[in-house]
């Protein structure tokens, strides 16, 4: 196989990486995707970092395993240890906290709140990126225990998302009057009609738009781009496909071709 030819690897803990093949397949149609979401584990945002280590760990064996040329690393909180999982992949990871907080830094936000996990927050993995570049920028962060697993049920009419959304999003505004809030778990965009409806002033930002950039910029940069116009989307889960196929087609996705659970 040549090297254009290979697939891009997605992981994440559950379905919510879905909204980073949604970006994926907009701007680079023509890639092959292969996508891993661990359902059986999730949450990931309420495990120990050697935990979160070692389920990522089989989950990149697995890609490698379909011969992927790089690996989107969806889950913000998997994405918060990407510096110690890169020397053990021999292909590029790319980190969506690493995209999401350089767009803020590139739009000079002074001020912006961030929703992830608890474990996302407590890393301080978007501080640290953000105040790198943007130093003087204030970072409104709360970590939800609940949200991702919530939305991981595959069920989005249940009136316990907007109530955990409103929840974590007024102790964010009770600190600070925000006005752009990252959507800092890959989970969260599959539900932003319901952060729109609960909060309807504030803007989302989706890091899933930066990501998706970056894994372009690689592909061109390494001249790895797949020169066909249409490429497939083959999902592998831990948990139920039939969640994966009903957040595929909520999020329009071209696909999937295959949706199959896989054991790790
Ligand atoms: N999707 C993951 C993220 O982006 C979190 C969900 C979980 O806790 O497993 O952070």
């Given at each position: 196989m040549f090297q254009n030819d290979r697939p891009i690897g997605v992981l994440d803990s559950g379905v919510g990486g879905l909204t980073v093949v949604r970006q994926l397949q907009r701007l680079l149609p023509g890639e092959d995707i292969v996508y891993f979401g661990d359902s059986a584990n999730v949450p990931y945002g309420n495990r120990s970092e050697d935990e979160i280590f070692l389920l990522t760990m089989k989950m990149l064996r697995f890609l490698e395993q379909k011969q992927v040329?790089?690996?989107?690393?969806?889950c913000n909180t998997i994405s918060t240890l990407v510096e110690r999982l890169r020397p053990e992949c021999p292909f590029p990871l790319i980190s969506i906290v690493e995209a999401g907080a350089d767009f803020v830094a590139r739009e000079k936000l002074r001020r912006v709140g961030l929703i992830a996990t608890e474990f996302t927050v407590k890393t301080g993995a978007y501080d640290a990126r953000i105040h790198a570049q943007l130093p003087d920028c204030e970072i409104v962060a709360k970590g939800s225990p609940n949200l991702a697993a919530l939305i991981d049920k595959g069920d989005f009419n249940q009136s316990a998302i907007n109530e955990e959304i409103t929840e974590n999003v007024d102790v964010i505004l009770a600190k600070a009057p925000v006005e752009d809030l990252i959507?800092?778990?890959?989970?969260f965009p599959i539900v932003a009609e319901n952060f729109r409806a609960c909060f309807p002033r504030l803007r989302l930002i989706d890091p899933a738009e930066q990501q998706a950039d970056a894994v372009k910029n690689l592909l061109v940069y390494r001249k790895?781009?797949?020169?066909?116009?249409r490429g497939a989307l083959t999902i592998h889960t831990s948990g139920d496909p039939a969640v994966y196929e009903a957040v595929a087609k909520r999020l329009e996705l071209f696909g999937p071709e295959s949706c199959e659970v896989a054991s790790l």
């Open positions: 040329k790089c690996v989107a690393v969806a959507l800092g778990c890959t989970h790895l781009s797949n020169p066909q116009t």
